[in-house]
């Protein structure tokens, strides 16, 4: 049962970047998905959410509007589009997988999530 995160790398301020986030040895049709970043120094934040069903979708204030989150389950992969990239959002960034109740209210608390992948560098800089 894992999660990978792929898709970082060095890009320049207002680029646009495609994080996946993909499953192997479950399904991810069933787990409401997330996009926590984590900056040297800085705490693991939640940054955008997906719900099992994909009805409901959550950002954070940093990244509303040039975010996007969305899934493909036939894929059994998370996207993250990310646009308009700005210096800090240089991070690590990582997905996290749990099944939940009421998990649209607390998507953001690193703490309830089960499965979590590795981690891509996303390094934003001229």
């Known amino acids: 049962v894992q999660l990978q995160a792929s898709g970082g790398g060095l890009v320049q301020p207002g680029d646009s970047l495609r994080l996946s986030c993909t499953a192997s040895?479950?399904?991810?049709?069933?787990?409401?998905i997330a996009w926590f970043r984590q900056a040297p120094g800085k705490e693991r934040e939640g940054i955008s959410g997906?719900?099992?069903?994909?009805?409901?979708?959550y950002y954070s204030d940093s990244t509303k509007g040039r975010f996007t989150i969305s899934r493909d389950n036939a894929k059994n992969t998370v996207y993250l589009q990310m646009s308009s990239l700005k210096p800090e959002d240089t991070a690590v960034y990582f997905c996290?997988?749990?099944?939940?109740?009421?998990?649209?209210?607390?998507?953001?608390?690193?703490?309830?999530?089960?499965?979590w992948g590795q981690g891509t560098l996303v390094t934003v800089s001229s």
């Open positions: 997906i719900s099992a069903s994909a009805d409901y979708t």
């Open positions: 996290a997988a749990v099944k939940m109740v009421g998990w649209g209210s607390i998507w953001y608390n690193k703490r309830i999530y089960d499965y």
């Open positions: 040895g479950f399904t991810l049709d069933r787990y409401n």
